[in-house]
């Protein structure tokens, strides 16, 4: 069992940055891949960013790439998603999830924090 708790979220202004934090606790952190995923109401959960377990494979969803970097350190059992050129369209409920084998698709994840809201106004 793993428990993801997002933090970092808040309200910025187009071209702005943020830094996303997940903590994680409960089971071996540093063997699960790390998720970020986003969400606006009335729409799918989107695949934001991924990192194996590692820290050596990394994928960006195209709309944030050049734009977003994930990163993990596992001796603290944390996840980074650095944000910045920020646009209105990134604004959506956030989420870390853990999963077991390496993947883009929230199916695949099987762990998942409570999120974290980012606005960026224009």
């Known amino acids: 069992q793993v428990q993801l708790v997002e933090s970092g979220g808040g309200s910025v202004q187009a071209g702005g940055s943020l830094r996303l934090s997940c903590a994680a606790s409960?089971?071996?952190?540093?063997?699960?891949?790390m998720g970020w995923f986003r969400q606006v109401p009335g729409k799918e959960r989107e695949f934001v960013a991924a990192?194996?377990?590692?820290?050596?494979?990394?994928n960006f969803a195209d709309s944030v790439k050049g734009r977003f970097t994930i990163s993990r350190d596992n001796d603290k059992k944390m996840v980074y998603l650095e944000m910045s050129n920020l646009k209105p369209e990134d604004t959506a409920v956030y989420f870390c999830?853990?999963?077991?084998?390496?993947?883009?698709?929230?199916?695949?994840?099987?762990?998942w924090g409570q999120g974290t809201q980012v606005t960026v106004s224009s």
């Open positions: 999830a853990a999963a077991d084998r390496y993947g883009t698709v929230d199916v695949e994840y099987r762990y």
């Open positions: 409960g089971r071996i952190f540093d063997t699960y891949v």
């Open positions: 990192i194996g377990w590692r820290g050596y494979c990394r």
